[in-house]
């Protein structure tokens, strides 16, 4: 069964792969918008063959208040490559962009190209730190029309669920640049299919949970932004070890 959810979404991305280059030939310019477009019936189509077919879970807690702004920063941590159109999954009426690494940006049917001409951060661990830098301002700049970027500020997947060390740089770039509240949240459950053996043995047997945490006013000022993101991690390493100490 998770051979066949595996065949049906891969056949859902091929689709939508083509879809996508096909509306670029007609409208090149319209990489943003497209992909807003697409992304979430998408993500929408994954999950129900994910959870169909295997038996895999994804919860997502309840937001009571206060209402979530139409646009902020989400700041989670980060165990796999299903983050992404998970949390996607997980905000339908929120058009998210990542910072994401180069390696993602080929190869991969719909996601490489998504991520190149729908708004996403690409950025090299290798490369000139000056490119990478623009890529995450002009992520920030995307705010002004409505889209909300995302970070992961440990910077690379944990593959045992265990929050990594924080990153400021990411984070400061886009604060510094566009003033918006941050949106702490946690991710677990994805360390179990981070890789191919993982994601063949555990697919059915994993439960995918994200947490919303806090919603911490938009920082001003280098102390500010490094201070809510010191909070931040604070409140993602709690929510991981209570979860890991069997809470729900």
Known sequence: MTALALLF???TFLRADLALRLRLWLRPASGIEVVSRLQHPIVRHVVR????FTGFRI?????ASPPLPDRFLLVTNHQS???IPLLM????RHDLRFVAKKELGRFIPYISLSLRTGGHAIISRTGDFRDGAREMARLADLSARGI??????EGTRSRTGRVGRFSSGAVRIILERASLPVLAAAVDGGWRIGKLKGLLVNFGRTR??????ALHPAPRGKRQILETLGKVEQEIRAQMH???AGGD
């Open 81 to 83: 490559m299903a983050d």
């Open 89 to 92: 999954w997980a905000f339908p």
């Open 148 to 153: 909300s970027p995302a970070v992961f500020p």
């Open 59 to 63: 919860t997502v807690d309840p937001w």
């Open 9 to 11: 979404i891969a056949v």
């Open 242 to 244: 209570d979860w890991r």
């Open 208 to 213: 995918y949970r994200i947490r919303l945490l």
């Open 49 to 52: 063959f994910a959870e169909f």
